[in-house]
């Protein structure tokens, strides 16, 4: 089977699909590896390093679309280079398809089986394929550091002859893969961590990691059988908002990472809630690319709403590209290996397997994603 690597097109994305050691282990289960020249670049890898591996260069973008097996990258596609792929045809990368209908409705007619890395299963047997939770996990991290490279004081607490600075105060809105790093990257750093999250289940995981809870009674929340939470009543959101808003006028950091799987974020730091931070406060916005937890935030943008500065940053994961590479390489590795026929030496599409048919969207001419198909005829 050939496996093809095209090079990321999307502006500014440093984070390539597949690194060379990684290229070398699909050698091994005895793929035909080729990349696009230049593909890992962004990330600082060397076409030689790839061919080394024992991989080969196409001799051009449109050839290795129209020879792909497989092919692997991170972001979606454009339209016009799902025509070019050949039926049966396996595409693999982020999809987005609750939102992107037309993509979906294109591998459907090019009879390509499009996998999404979004809708892989949140069980414990794929956490090892799982790449928003490995893409989370960084961008956690990054949006701490973006806060204190703004913020125009440090995070720890610091005793010095020439006085004492108390340690800052960060408050983390959504403490799910992103919330929890950020809470622990933000403790490393010395500051005083406090966190929400609508799902109960989550304070002890806060409390662990020495940040303190804060309890808000919003009734019934809970969460999905797949481990997400459940979208709050909009007069749940007010109680969270007010309940929230001392904490935030007292906090020289916001974080938020708050997410309805498959629905657009919800508003939990208002205009007035911004305007109730004190000059030089910081605020990142997770959500800034897909609506929002803040209001003010604007995708891509660094702004000051009253001297509070809003970081609306979308690639987070991008921001440590090499890092960011590595493990979602890792992912798309562990997704292929999977479900490899060491026989046949070719990916097997399999109905009955326990994690692939969560994250098939496409296949043969079909959707065959029972969300997606319900999302697409307009009933979710
Ligand atoms: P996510 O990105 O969908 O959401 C981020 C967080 O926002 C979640 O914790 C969610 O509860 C929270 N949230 C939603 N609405 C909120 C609100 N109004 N206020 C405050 N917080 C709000 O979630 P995620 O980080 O991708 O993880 C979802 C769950 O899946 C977590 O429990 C995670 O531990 C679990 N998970 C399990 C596995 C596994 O078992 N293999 C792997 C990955 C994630």
């Not at 799902?82 to 209908?101: R, T, V, W």
């Not at 790449?131 to 550091?145: D, E, F, R, T």
Request: proline letters at 5%; one cysteine or more; aromatic letters at 4%.
């Amino acid at each position: 089977m050939r496996i093809a690597i095209p090079k990321e097109t999307h502006p500014g994305e440093n984070r390539v699909p597949i690194i060379p050691n990684d290229a070398k282990k699909l050698v091994r289960l005895g793929a035909e590896v080729v990349i696009e020249a230049g593909m890992g670049a962004g990330s600082g890898f060397t076409d030689q390093e790839y061919t080394e591996a024992g991989a080969s260069v196409a001799a051009s973008r449109d050839e290795l679309f129209a020879s792909a097996d497989i092919l692997l990258r991170l972001r979606k596609p454009e339209l016009a280079e799902i025509a070019q792929l050949k039926d049966g045809a396996i595409h693999i990368s982020y999809l987005d398809p609750f939102n992107e209908h037309g993509l979906v409705n294109a591998f459907k007619d090019a009879k390509v089986t499009a996998i999404s890395m979004e809708m892989i299963p949140r069980t414990t047997r794929s956490q090892k394929m799982d790449a928003l939770s490995s893409q989370a996990n960084l961008a956690g991290y990054v949006m701490v550091i973006e806060a204190a490279r703004h913020l125009p004081r440090i995070l720890p607490m610091m005793m010095t002859p020439a006085g004492t600075l108390k340690p800052a105060n960060v408050f983390v809105i959504g403490a799910g893969v992103a919330g929890l790093q950020a809470i622990a990257t933000a403790k490393r750093l010395g500051a005083k961590v406090t966190a929400f999250d609508t799902r109960p289940v989550v304070a002890e995981q806060v409390q662990s990691l020495g940040a303190k809870f804060l309890e808000i009674d919003l009734g019934e929340t809970g969460e999905t059988a797949g481990g997400y939470a459940k979208e709050l009543t909009p007069e749940q959101v007010e109680m969270q908002r007010q309940a929230q808003k001392e904490v935030i006028a007292k906090s020289d950091v916001v974080i938020t990472t708050a997410q309805v799987f498959g629905r657009k974020p919800p508003v939990l730091v208002t205009k007035d809630m911004v305007e109730g931070m004190a000059p030089g406060s910081v605020i990142v916005d997770m959500a800034a690319e897909t609506g929002g937890n803040v209001e003010g935030s604007v995708p891509n943008e660094t702004v000051t709403v009253g001297g509070v500065t809003i970081v609306g940053l979308g690639n987070l994961a991008g921001e440590v590209a090499r890092d960011a590479s590595q493990m979602y390489s890792a992912n798309l590795f562990n997704l292929v290996e999977d479900s490899w026929d060491e026989e046949k030496k070719a990916f097997v599409i399999d109905f009955e397997h326990d994690i692939l048919p969560g994250c098939i969207i496409t296949h043969g001419g079909e959707v065959t994603n029972e969300t997606i198909k319900n999302v697409l005829e307009g009933g979710a």
